[in-house]
């Protein structure tokens, strides 16, 4: 965008950018546009087209799953383990990322901002996740990098919190979650352990 003619150094457009996200939320879809109206007021195609291709390049490239999550999800799907999506991305983002991965046949059902209006931790986006999976809050389980976002809001629902260290880019130091993880794999032994406690409830061996 700078070689385009965006007209302002690298270090002022990452910070215009940071403060339109701060302000509009992390999934907001259109901060080049909101940052070309802001130098300009008007929107620059030369400047956004340039924008977004870098943009998706990048995004293209970054976009790879963590270690082990194909093994973890076909192992999870072999359990009869139905999985949901909750995301605070719009629709067509969500599930553009899940089918580059090649993730899109594997989710029972993907909740985002769209099917509800509201973002994370409002508890709206969880329970619509758990009526469309038609399961309870104690049988289920929520996996998250976010601890602020992911942990809190499943867990005003009643939900079983997993922290996904492995994702975390906030530098998390209390998740306040049940389980912790450092590796995705880890999931299947929490799922055990807590199928344990359950059956030891309900006084089954």
């Given at each position: 965008?700078?070689?385009?003619?965006?007209?302002?150094?690298?270090v002022e457009a990452e910070a215009r950018i940071d403060a339109i996200y701060k302000e509009r939320g992390i999934e907001f879809q259109n901060v080049f546009d909101q940052l070309l109206y802001d130098v300009f007021q008007?929107?620059?195609?030369?400047?956004?087209?340039?924008?977004?291709?870098?943009?998706r390049r990048a995004r293209e490239a970054a976009l790879v799953p963590y270690p082990h999550v194909n093994m973890t999800l076909v192992a999870l799907l072999k359990r009869g383990i139905r999985l949901a999506v909750v995301s605070d991305a719009p629709g067509r983002e969500a599930w553009l990322r899940l089918c580059y991965l090649n993730f899109h046949h594997l989710f029972d059902c993907v909740v985002t901002f769209e099917d509800t209006g509201e973002r994370k931790p409002s508890p709206s986006p969880f329970l619509r996740a758990l009526q469309e999976l038609d399961v309870k809050p104690a049988e289920s389980l929520m996996?998250?990098?976010?601890?602020?976002?992911?942990?809190?809001?499943?867990?005003?629902?009643?939900?079983?919190t997993v922290f996904a260290r492995y994702g975390d880019t906030f530098g998390t130091v209390e998740s306040h979650a049940k389980y912790e993880l450092n590796d995705v794999s880890e999931l299947l032994d929490v799922i055990d352990r807590e199928n344990t406690v359950h059956q030891a409830a309900a006084g089954r061996p």
């Open positions: 965008m700078i070689d385009a003619g965006l007209g302002l150094t690298s008007k929107v620059n195609y030369k400047i956004l087209s340039a924008g977004v291709l870098a943009y996996v998250g990098d976010w601890a602020e976002r992911d942990m809190v809001g499943a867990a005003q629902v009643g939900i079983t």
